[in-house]
């Protein structure tokens, strides 16, 4: 099964979400950007909340076939203009993309 995931790979998104635009940014998220994503072939796999800790309270994962696939989504103009609109609901916004591992990842 390992052999089947190799080329995979994780889009991980963190962040805090700002408590003044709470209800706008759930809105966001579940209408506009993971729609939008998932037609750029980047499945949502997880969103994880942190309750204690010094690490970012949302964590969201998106998976893709493979890294090139990964970075056409990642560097169209589409996803750019998403990542803006994200970041007026957050604060210390950060993207990445790694491996796909099947245990946590960070």
């Known amino acids: 099964?390992?052999?089947?995931?190799?080329?995979?790979?994780?889009?991980?998104?963190?962040?805090?979400?700002?408590?003044?635009?709470?209800?706008?940014?759930?809105?966001?998220?579940?209408?506009k950007m993971v729609p939008a994503l998932e037609k750029m072939g980047l499945s949502m796999v997880e969103a994880w909340h942190t309750a204690a800790g010094d690490y970012?309270?949302?964590?969201?994962?998106?998976?893709?076939?493979?890294?090139?696939?990964?970075?056409?989504?990642?560097?169209?103009?589409?996803?750019?203009?998403?990542e803006e609109r994200l970041q007026e609901f957050v604060s210390n916004y950060r993207c990445r993309m790694v491996p796909l591992r099947r245990h946590f990842q960070f």
Do not use: W
């Open 1 to 31: 099964m390992q052999e089947e995931l190799e080329d995979y790979v994780k889009v991980l998104l963190t962040y805090d979400i700002n408590p003044h635009s709470a209800e706008g940014y759930y809105k966001f998220m579940l209408k």
């Open 56 to 82: 970012p309270i949302r964590l969201v994962t998106f998976v893709a076939e493979d890294e090139n696939a990964a970075n056409e989504a990642l560097q169209c103009a589409e996803f750019y203009a998403l």
